[in-house]
Nanobody, 127 residues
Framework: QVQLVESGGGLVQAGGSLRLSCAAS????????VAWFRQVPGKEREFVAY???????????DYSDSVKGRFTASRDNAKNMAYLQMNSLKPEDTAVYYC?????????????????WGQGTQVTVSS
């Protein structure tokens, strides 16, 4: 089974950018679909982005409405890495960001659909 470790979080001013990384180990990373979620204290974990690579090596991604056009998910299967490029950050993007992985078919938008999780990385956007 795959293990995931996020990095790249930090403190940034509104309008700035960060790139989160998710390092995978212990499995055939290319077989896993990867999603990013975020969570603020007292709230449920929220879907942010999803990416998978098709058999024809085309990346398919999807995003929540709140980040669409600002965030970009990508992956490098050769390096066992997934990334979340976050641009035009807003204070409401402040949260702990998690990467998650699954092998099941279809796009997963819910936390319970992902059996594998990283430990999370804090992103704080100041106004």
């Amino acid at each position: 089974q795959v293990q995931l470790v996020e990095s790249g979080g930090g403190l940034v001013q509104a309008g700035g950018s960060l790139r989160l990384s998710c390092a995978a180990s212990g499995g055939t990373f290319s077989l896993y679909k990867v999603a990013w979620f975020r969570q603020v204290p007292g709230k449920e974990r929220e879907f942010v982005a999803y990416i998978r690579r098709s058999a024809s090596y085309t990346d398919y991604s999807d995003y929540s409405d709140s980040v669409k056009g600002r965030f970009t998910a990508s992956r490098d299967n050769a390096k066992n890495m997934a990334y979340l490029q976050m641009n035009s950050l807003k204070p409401e993007d402040t949260a702990v960001y998690y990467c998650a992985a699954r092998r099941s078919l279809g796009v997963g938008y819910a936390e319970y659909e992902y059996p594998y999780w990283g430990q999370g990385t804090q992103v704080t956007v100041s106004s």
